[in-house]
């Protein structure tokens, strides 16, 4: 799919590998719309969109909300006039305290954002695509869907479950010509590490892994190139692509 002209939401657009992933989607000609709980976050992205003479909106969206999702689609319409394009990426780890300490109120958290989030995005963006002839999904899963993350069990399973969903949606392609795609990454430089922790350095449990890693933790750059590239790419259909260093 060309992206040149299309209408793209990003879900988490407000930091990290949402952000450059919208900046990338405006640089080739899509109108973005920036979805995010941190209007904050998302005024940057707007800014960095708009100053460079792109076409960004704001809309606050809480991806663990049926009504907050039903409404960003809604909004998205509004104001360019359909979507073609949704990467569903917003995410987030229990943090601390960590498993199994975590609360249940994070627990549920983190289920409902990382794997219900995709899930109602995924639905709500298949009824929009429909009304333009098809359109382009991708999720955000991560290598810790493929591996065992003891400090964060629930991360790994909700990454493991956007992986499967994601297959599961292939056939999609066939009925209403909507290709669902999904990337992994590795570590990426980006909030989300510090998150983990105290907002300021990352949880115990995650700097060895950093430190061990350290030249090989990617840009989010990097992501939002794999992200375009499963847009541009007609052929690709339920495919889970790994972006991390060898
Ligand atoms: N950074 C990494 O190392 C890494 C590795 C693999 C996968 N991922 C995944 O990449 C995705 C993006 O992570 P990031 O590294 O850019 O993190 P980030 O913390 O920089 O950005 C996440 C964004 O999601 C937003 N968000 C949180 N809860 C939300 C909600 N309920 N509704 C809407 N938006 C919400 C946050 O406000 C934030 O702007 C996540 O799904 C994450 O699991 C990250």
């Given at each position: 799919m060309e992206i040149e002209g299309k209408v793209a939401i990003v879900t988490?657009?407000?930091?990290?590998?949402?952000?450059?992933?919208a900046l990338a989607l405006a640089a080739e000609g899509a109108s973005v719309v920036v979805a995010d709980i941190d209007?904050?976050?998302?005024?940057?992205?707007?800014?960095?969109?708009?100053?460079?003479?792109?076409?960004?909106?704001?809309?606050?969206?809480?991806?663990?909300?049926?009504?907050?999702?039903?409404?960003?689609?809604?909004?998205?319409?509004?104001?360019?006039?359909?979507v073609d394009i949704?990467?569903?990426?917003?995410g987030i780890s229990s943090g601390e305290p960590h498993w199994p300490e975590a609360s249940l109120e994070?627990?549920?958290?983190?289920?409902?954002?990382?794997?219900?989030?995709?899930?109602m995005g995924t639905r709500e963006a298949v009824h929009a695509m429909r009304k333009r002839g098809g359109g382009a999904i991708v999720n955000t899963a991560s290598v810790a869907g493929d591996g065992h993350l003891p400090f964060d069990p629930m991360y790994s399973a909700t990454k493991k479950?956007?992986?499967?969903?994601?297959?599961s949606c292939a056939p999609l392609a066939q009925s209403d010509n909507i290709r669902?795609?999904?990337?992994?990454?590795?570590?990426?430089?980006?909030?989300?590490?510090?998150?983990?922790?105290?907002g300021e350095t990352p949880a115990s449990w995650l700097l060895p892994s950093i430190e061990r890693h350290a030249d090989q933790i990617l840009p989010p750059e990097a992501i939002a190139e794999a992200v375009l590239d499963f847009i541009k790419d007609d052929?690709?259909?339920?495919?889970?692509?790994?972006?991390?260093?060898?």
């Open positions: 988490g657009a407000g930091s990290g590998i949402g952000r450059a992933t209007p904050e976050g998302a005024a940057v992205t707007v800014g960095e969109i708009t100053g460079a003479d792109g076409a960004a909106v704001f809309v606050h969206a809480d991806v663990t909300s049926p009504e907050s999702i039903r409404n960003l689609f809604i909004e998205a319409e509004a104001a360019y006039g359909g949704v990467y569903n990426n917003a994070r627990i549920a958290e983190e289920t409902h954002i990382n794997a219900g989030g995709v899930m479950a956007v992986m499967s969903f994601t297959q669902v795609n999904a990337v992994s990454p590795g570590m990426v430089r980006t909030a989300f590490q510090r998150k983990t922790g105290d052929s690709k259909v339920g495919e889970i692509r790994t972006v991390a260093p060898d």
